[in-house]
Structures are given as structure tokens and as C-alpha cells.
């Protein structure tokens, strides 16, 4: 399946004690249409806050149901802020994890005197206007294969922190600045930690190099710090036969 939904309410994708998340409540959902419990496994975790237009997961069941029709049945045990898109069959031994190829993330920017009342929930506002250029030429640095490890919570452990990001790049359309980065794969509060060493660096209060250094020192104190969670989006997931963004795209 295919599923949007906006953070906003979320503790985030994974089921977890100190909040609702969105895997339980579709979790809830699939054992309204089904009657049985059924494990959801998503294409990753989306932190407290973090929106998705196109999250992928796959469940097991054995209920004589058209693959086409679970969206359908889904959304009407959903919230409205939760929707699934598109749901297919697929071969036993996909899964929405481990078969993904990469990922895209967005993290959006409302830059103007005052807050934009309908993107309040999905764009950070900033009242000064950044260094775009100087943003622009940060963001080129990311690309390639790195240990990303200064762009990785504090406290987090984890033994493989090297990732390849294919894109990286900023776009602004008047007061709205778009950052769209695309990898392998992503570490714990990676792009939002990106995010804000190159809004540090459109500020002039870090150098140009900033991310460069950080790549080189592996010190999460040369980077900077982690943007909030409202501006950011995971708006595609690739897999070795198909795209979410083309999917959506027939879909329409």
C-alpha cells in the first residue's frame, strides 16, 4: 500500500508507548475490514511530527478481499488526516523495508514577514530571508557517498552510518523554499539535521564549508542544529520495479 498522512497528531510511523502513531492506527483499521490482527511494516520511520505523501508498507492476510478494494475499505476506518492511495498484491517475499532502493525526502520553507496560515503545519517560517546561494552551493556538498555520522541524533547508536544521497538541491518559488534530497537511505534526524546546518549557513552563522567540515571531523558539534519536524515530508520511495511517484502519477 500507499499512504499519505500529516503528522501532525502522530508520535510518528512506528507503534511506541508514549503516543498515538500512524502503523497502530492503520493497524486498527486493517482489524475493522479483516477481523484479525495484522502486523504493518512500513518502508521506514517518520519522527513525531514528520508528514508522508507516499509511505510504503506492506501486510500479510489470508482474507478474500480484491487487492485494489483494501484502500477503499481502509479509508473508511481511517482518521482524514491518514489516507491510503493504492494498495496491489505483490510478491510474498517484497518487503516495504528492506526491498526499497531509495528514498526522497522534502523539507519545505515559508519565507516572508509574516506566517503563511495554510502551510503553517507543513512549512517552517522564517521572517529573515537566508542566503539561498549560500544554501544552494551547502547543499551541493551532500552528495556522494559519506559517513554522515555528524548528521545523526546525539545518543544514537548505530554501526553503518555511511549513505549515498544521488540529490540534493534547493528551489524557491517566491516565499516558498523547497530542499529535496534523495539517498539510499537516511540516518536517525539526518535531513533535519542538513536542513538546519544549512539554514545556520544562510544566516552567515556557520561558513559555507560548514558541511564539508562535518563530513571530514565525524563531530555532530560542527554541524548544526536539528530543524523542527513540521517542515518535513517523505515524498517518494523507489523499489527495483516500481515508483511511488509514477504509481500516484496513473492513479490520478
Not at 541524533?153 to 516565499?175: F, H, Y
Request: aromatic fraction near 8%.
Amino acid at each position: 500500500m500507499i499512504l499519505a498522512y500529516d503528522g501532525t497528531n502522530y508520535v510518528g510511523w512506528q507503534t511506541q508507548p508514549n503516543g498515538i502513531t500512524v502503523q497502530e492506527t492503520v493497524e486498527h483499521a486493517l482489524l475493522e475490514v479483516t477481523k484479525q490482527q495484522i502486523a504493518l511494516h512500513g518502508s521506514g520511520r517518520t519522527d513525531s511530527g514528520v508528514h508522508a505523501k507516499a509511505q510504503v508498507a506492506h501486510f500479510d492476510t489470508d482474507v478474500r478481499m480484491a487487492a485494489d478494494k483494501f484502500a477503499i475499505a481502509l479509508n473508511m476506518h481511517l482518521p482524514p488526516d491518514i489516507r491510503v492511495l493504492y494498495t496491489e498484491e505483490c510478491d510474498p517475499e517484497f518487503h516495504a523495508r528492506f526491498c526499497a532502493k531509495k528514498k526522497q525526502y522534502c523539507y519545505r520553507l515559508h519565507v516572508a514577514p509574516h506566517a503563511d496560515v495554510f502551510s503553517r503545519r507543513y512549512a517552517l517560517q522564517l521572517h529573515h530571508i537566508p542566503d539561498f546561494e549560500a544554501m544552494q552551493a551547502a547543499a551541493k556538498d551532500v552528495i556522494g557517498t559519506h559517513d554522515f555520522r555528524a548528521f545523526m541524533s546525539s545518543g544514537t547508536t548505530m554501526e553503518n552510518t555511511v549513505r549515498t544521497v544521488e540529490s540534493s538541491e534547493w528551489l524557491r518559488d517566491g516565499a516558498n523554499w523547497t530542499y529535496t534530497v534523495t539517498g539510499t537511505g537516511f540516518l536517525y534526524n539526518m535531513v533535519r539535521i542538513l536542513v538546519g546546518t544549512m539554514l545556520a549557513i544562510g544566516a552567515h552563522q556557520l561558513p559555507v564549508d560548514a558541511i564539508r567540515k562535518a563530513l571530514e571531523t565525524l563531530d555532530r558539534s560542527d554541524a548544526g542544529p536539528t530543524a523542527p519536524a513540521h517542515g518535513l515530508t517523505l515524498a517518494r520511495v523507489l523499489y527495483p520495479d516500481f515508483d511511488t511517484e509514477e504509481v500516484l502519477s496513473r492513479e490520478r
